[in-house]
């Protein structure tokens, strides 16, 4: 979309200085800003990137004249829009083989080149090059003629739709943005994020240096077999033993190969770079050649007879002439090849039986393309291991089948051929369509080139493909294309037999174009591993990014030539192609899925310049791309995809910390986001009910968590399941704490990833304690993905006069969590709980089941159970039986209950009779109200005798209690609140409070004890010694917890009850209950 700009030149107001004054004034407010920018008051860090003004910036420029005066507070932060389109219009790529931009942003960058590169040098020429190579040469006649001309079109045509539509995704991804060098890994990792990158820039990786040790067999197999079959170091001594006499001797001169090529690209890259053209002149001689022997062939076919026996090829290596016997002198001599089949040269010898029975013909091996071979090279003829190559519709005569064929001059097959094997050796031929966007560095305009160079090679090569299938099939005999090596035309490349002006001209180009392109393999691959090791996501090859002083990549190549010589020890072409196929297959499957869910998701960063791409295009190619990898090897496909799974899982599980803006990212959003939608219907069934916690951390002073064994008891009893939102308060203002707030931050998820808390961490600012965890309980969580648990610690110092407001805070979140429907989980003695590395290996977990909870107390011992810690702990149920209640059918009845419930436990019914409340009990209740009494009647200061004054006053105000809250606190505080206070009113008020304290005091040691607190203290005594002779020694202790009292004025006297009630106990968790069931019977 044209988007016009006006640009306003704006007056200086002033008259112009002179470069003096404005040099001097200039160096002032540099020294000026540079002050403001050490002692910036917002504390943020400055983005770095080429789009936000950097510290290098001549900011006297920015601040000169005062026409921007208002802004200038902000320059530091934000550019002004003339800097910010400066700096665009001068930013460049990295040049390739450099690390890209992002992981240099903190060092000073070096002057580059511009680069100058356009799409037909830069894009289209090294597309070309890498896309036409082996294959063609040795390989697809032999498919023409063994799969046929229309199942050749078949495989030639997928494998170009699967590249073309790879094509047109890569296009649009590398139009989105700059694409700095790194090439495909730079932009599957962009786009996909670090797992998907790393582990799909190292398939592609293992591609490329597997294409390295393809293209160096071919080249052996040309030397060895074409040029000079004398230089082989391994011969067959025996019939039979010439195929492994041929992979020895691949792997010792391709041993041999690879090490110099290495040596090579050591130590001069650059004139691997400048050789490429001439590889490429001798790939487009090469095929010129082909095309313009194909034209001759119309005229003038050239003359290649092949012997047939019957309808069988002979290979003519081992013979001359192509007849049984010869007449010379009116005399018949026997020639050579009645030598091969019979045991005498005697007319009269014993022959093969086959031999005896069909004769000898000769017919042209290249009939021409007006010679209507095509019609019978249209069909598939695949065959066996070992089976003879034999033409269709020659007459023969069957012979008898026990005859030893091994040792004859026939022409067999070296594998067995079928469909999805062939389009495995194929595929290969068609990659190479990355070699224009690993470029990008280098090109000038790469948004521009690389979609248009790509494709127009793709189309080239696709028609140079598909048109040689056409002309391969109607120029040349069908027992020559089935003739892998040549052997029925005197050992001639099949390809080169077509070529005009001669055979020669192939097999020197193909020579010299394999070999560079496994150079250029050998000089690529190193780089592709050096980007991906510095990106810092796969740990363990970050060796591999480090190489020469001029950043020559030295460790990755030794890398690159161990694994090359892996597919040199296969020494097979035909079974090192498929490997390949894979990894790239799997790659371009990548690209296509990148492209696809970018377009999907709509992110507002997707705006390719390429337009011409759809999301069912990068499907389709995905889709195409998945299917050719199981129909090339289902077992291969297997193996890459496990590969790359254990890659991906292996940078998941180390962390690679990269937010790369990529599209995963963006699905995980949309996805969550669904999610959520989904959740927030309705609570979750009975079922799928499982503790969601937000545990409540206390910080120090120093913003470190006060008890780390609480996260250590969350991780135990999640196991990385639901939701965990752990939750902190400080006290203060928001503005005043921001960075107090961001190291809490920081510590706590440095906590939770040490004790492997997998959860979220929310901490709030508020101006007072009690209500930041109000403000916790009512907003942590989004949507149905609340917590529906509080996991806290017991307040220790809870008696500690100078912490008298914590068990306030305590009580006051215990009645919260009831009013929020939520359970509540209360771990006491925290620090002697066990760490995640502690393992119980006896023990019980003992639950005391006073009251029905909805099932809490069954369901927590289970959920720990679960986990290391507590794996081989029983767990044993007590309830408590009164004077009416049968205790054998109570046990009968929980035994029922916990078989339906389907958990394994002990049962104890545990009889506690009434009887008279003890001396203790009356004097521990008469202790509690007399130290709560003389609080009260303590002096208060100023602050605190307001505070609390306000607290009263608003309590008074509420309409159900105010009458008793004033009654009962009248002693304490005054009836009203004095909200200015002259020297006479603080005088008499402290007169006033003088004397009520004095017979306050008189007070408490005359006071009886409250009736309904000594039955309560009576239950707690009673209960903790029945609970310590029973679970003493229990490794955890869950109990009931009592709710508090309605009336507030007994909470300090709650929270001793339940002192009284745990004293003794190593490790207890008192658990209350939300109010709903959260287990059931049912399935």
């Known amino acids: 979309m044209p988007t016009s700009f006006t640009v306003v030149p704006v007056e200086a107001q002033g008259q112009e200085r002179g470069p003096v004054e404005r040099d001097g004034q200039r160096q002032e407010e540099e020294e000026e800003d540079d002050e403001r920018d050490r002692g910036s008051g917002d504390g943020i860090a400055k983005e770095s990137s080429p789009f936000i003004n950097s510290a290098e910036m001549d900011r006297g420029n920015m601040y000169e004249g005062k026409n921007m005066a208002l802004f200038e507070e902000e320059m530091d932060s934000n550019p002004m829009v003339s800097s910010l389109l400066n700096k665009l219009a001068n930013y460049t790529n990295l040049t390739q083989g450099v690390v890209e931009h992002e992981a240099d942003e903190d060092s000073k960058r070096k002057e580059v080149k511009v680069p100058r590169m356009g799409t037909f040098i830069g894009v289209y020429l090294p597309c070309l090059q890498n896309i036409l190579g082996v294959i063609l040469f040795l390989r697809l006649t032999w498919i023409v003629g063994t799969a046929g001309v229309l199942e050749s079109f078949i495989i030639v045509f997928m494998c170009c739709a699967c590249t073309m539509l790879t094509a047109i995704s890569m296009s649009a991804i590398a139009t989105n943005g700059v694409v700095p060098a790194g090439g495909s890994y730079y932009m599957i990792s962009r786009s996909l994020g670090p797992e998907f990158g790393g582990a799909v820039g190292l398939c592609f990786y293992l591609g490329t240096t597997f294409a390295g040790a393809m293209y160096i067999l071919g080249t052996i197999e040309i030397l060895l077999t074409y040029i000079s ?88 290596r081992s013979f001359d002439v192509c007849a049984k016997f010869t007449e010379s002198n009116n005399e018949t001599k026997t020639t050579t090849l009645w030598h091969l089949f019979c045991d005498s040269s005697l007319l009269n010898a014993t022959c093969d039986h086959y031999f005896s029975l069909n004769n000898v013909t000769e017919i042209q091996g290249i009939p021409g393309i007006m010679s209507g071979v095509l019609i019978d090279n249209l069909w598939s003829t695949y065959s066996e291991k070992g089976s003879i190559v034999e033409k269709k519709d020659q007459p023969s005569v069957a012979g008898s089948e026990e005859t030893k064929m091994s040792g004859l001059p026939y022409v067999f097959t070296d594998i067995m051929t079928y469909f999805t094997m062939l389009v495995g050796i194929y595929f290969p031929s068609v990659t190479g369509i990355m070699a224009g966007s690993n470029r990008s560095g280098d090109l000038k305009d790469a ?14 090569t696709s028609f140079i493909y598909l048109s040689c299938i056409v002309l391969f099939g109607a120029c040349i005999e069908g027992v020559i294309l089935r003739d892998k090596f040549g052997e029925a035309v005197n050992g001639n490349l099949v390809v080169g037999t077509l070529a005009w002006p001669s055979p020669w001209v192939i097999v020197i180009g193909s020579f010299f174009s394999t070999c560079g392109a496994g150079l250029q393999s050998l000089t690529g691959a190193p780089r592709l591993l050096q980007a991906i090791a510095r990106d810092g996501i796969v740990p363990f090859i970050q060796v591999f990014g480090h190489g020469k002083a001029n950043g020559e990549p030295t460790w990755a190549l030794l890398l690159t030539a161990g694994i090359c010589e892996i597919g040199i020890l296969i020494a ?20 296509n899925l990148a492209c696809a869910v970018q377009t999907l998701l709509r992110t507002p960063n997707w705006r390719p310049r390429f337009k011409y791409y759809h999301w069912t295009l990068s499907f389709l190619g995905m889709s195409l791309c998945l299917a050719l990898m199981f129909i090339c090897s289902w077992y291969y496909a297997l193996i890459a995809m496990l590969i790359a799974g254990c890659i991906y899982k292996y940078i998941e599980y180390r962390g690679a910390e990269k937010e790369w803006g990529d599209g995963i990212r963006g699905l995980s959003l949309n996805a969550a986001r669904y999610a959520l939608l989904r959740v927030e219907d309705g609570p979750p069934h009975t079922k ?9 951390l206390n910080l120090d002073s120093e913003q470190l968590v006060k008890h780390p064994r609480l996260l250590s008891f969350t991780s135990q009893l999640k196991a990385g399941k639901g939701l965990t939102i752990v939750g902190s308060v400080l006290q203060g203002i928001y503005l005043d704490k921001s960075t107090e707030t961001q190291k809490a931050e920081e510590n706590v998820k440095a906590l939770m990833g040490v004790e492997k808390t997998k959860g979220f961490c929310q901490i709030v600012v508020s101006p007072n304690f009690r209500d930041g965890i109000s403000y916790l309980i009512q907003s942590a969580g989004l949507g149905g993905m609340k917590h529906n648990t509080v996991l806290m610690a017991w307040p220790q110092s809870w008696k500690q006069t100078e912490n008298r407001f914590s068990w306030k805070n305590f009580v006051d979140t215990v009645r919260e969590t009831t009013a929020a429907q939520q359970a509540l989980l209360v771990a006491k003695n925290i620090d002697l709980f066990p760490t995640n590395q502690e393992r ?24 720990l159970r679960q986990h290391k810690v507590w794996r081989k702990c029983k767990m044993r149920i007590f309830t408590v039986a009164q004077m009416d209640d049968n205790s054998i059918q109570m046990k009968k009845d929980l035994q029922m209950f916990l078989y339906h419930l389907r958990l394994n436990a002990e049962v104890e019914v545990v009889e506690m009779f009434e009887n008279d409340i003890s001396a203790f009990t009356y004097e521990k209740t008469l202790m509690m109200e007399q130290r709560s009494q003389m609080l009260k009647q303590m002096q208060l200061s100023k602050n605190e005798r307001e505070r609390e004054a306000q607290l009263i006053h608003d309590r008074n105000t509420a309409s159900h209690s105010a009458p008793a809250v004033k009654t009962s606190m009248a002693a304490a505080v005054p009836e009203k609140v004095q909200m200015t206070w002259t020297k006479e009113k603080f005088v008499a008020e402290k007169h006033k409070n003088k004397d009520s304290n004095v017979s306050g005091f008189k007070d408490i040691f005359n006071m009886k004890p409250n ?48 002192e009284v009630l745990t004293e003794g106990l190593d490790r207890v968790l008192l658990v209350r209950g939300s109010g709903r069931e959260v287990i059931t019977i049912y399935s």
């Open 229 to 316: 079959p004398s230089a082989a170091i391994f011969k067959a001594e025996e019939v039979g033993e010439e195929t492994e006499a041929m992979l020895n001797n691949m792997r010792v001169y391709g041993t041999c190969i690879i090490i110099l090529m290495a040596i090579v690209v050591f130590v001069g890259v650059k004139y691997v770079n400048k050789l490429a053209l001439v590889f490429l002149a001798c790939v487009i001689l090469s095929i010129i050649a082909i095309y313009a022997g194909v034209i001759k062939t119309a005229f003038d076919p050239p003359d290649f007879p092949i012997c047939l026996l019957g309808n069988r090829t002979l290979s003519k």
């Open 447 to 460: 948004q521009k080139s690389i979609p248009t160079g790509t494709i127009l090679a793709i189309s080239t």
């Open 1011 to 1058: 009736q309904s607190n000594v039955r309560r203290m009576h239950t707690a005594v009673k209960l903790n010694g029945v609970v310590l002779n029973k679970s003493q020694h229990a490794q955890l202790v869950l109990l009931n917890m009592p709710g508090p009292p309605k009336n507030r004025k007994g909470d300090e006297n709650y929270m001793e009850f339940l």
């Open 688 to 696: 799928n009910w499982r503790p969601q916690l937000l545990v409540l």
């Open 840 to 863: 119980f290996t006896e023990g019980n977990i003992d639950v005391w089941w006073i009251v029905h909870d909805g099932g809490m107390l069954m369901l927590l011992p289970f959920l």
């Open 572 to 591: 097979s072409l035909d079974s090192v192609a498929p490997i390949l196929s894979m990894f790239f297959l799997m790659c371009y499957m990548f690209v």
